[in-house]
């Protein structure tokens, strides 16, 4: 699902194919893809212990940061807070916080519906990177 991402700081956006994934339970931006994309990271008080769908410990280790974002899908706009971790292939993640809230969005539609044209239509700017 396509999905943009606006920087707090910066307001510069970013298109980013997210996965959907129900047996995650919150919101998750790859640690690497933050970090190339230009994300602020905020150091959390506690790190937390996360594990891979397969019950093994993740490689990259606890979670110890989270980016907050605005996340533009399907014309609709919201302030997002996802934990930063090693998530190899996949850029982000959104799991079943964010589905119980905008399920009934996403179901029988275009799952792909974030295009440039939506970007530039929410945020009037071009979008950034890709």
Do not use: Y
């Amino acid at each position: 699902m396509k999905v943009g991402l606006e920087k707090l700081e910066s307001h510069e956006g970013v298109a980013v194919k997210a996965l959907l994934d129900s047996r995650a339970i919150d919101l998750f931006i790859d640690t690497t893809f933050a970090r190339e994309k230009g994300f602020k990271m905020e150091k959390m008080k506690s790190p937390l212990l996360v594990k891979n769908v397969d019950g093994m410990a993740n490689v990259g280790g606890a979670i110890t940061h989270q980016v907050k974002c605005n996340m533009f899908f399907k014309g609709h706009v919201e302030r997002i807070r996802m934990d930063v971790c090693n998530l190899e292939k996949t850029e982000v993640i959104l799991g079943m916080l964010w589905l119980a809230v905008h399920n009934p969005e996403i179901e029988g539609g275009k799952d792909d519906e974030m295009s440039t044209h939506m970007w530039k239509k929410q945020t009037g700017k071009e979008e950034k990177g890709g």
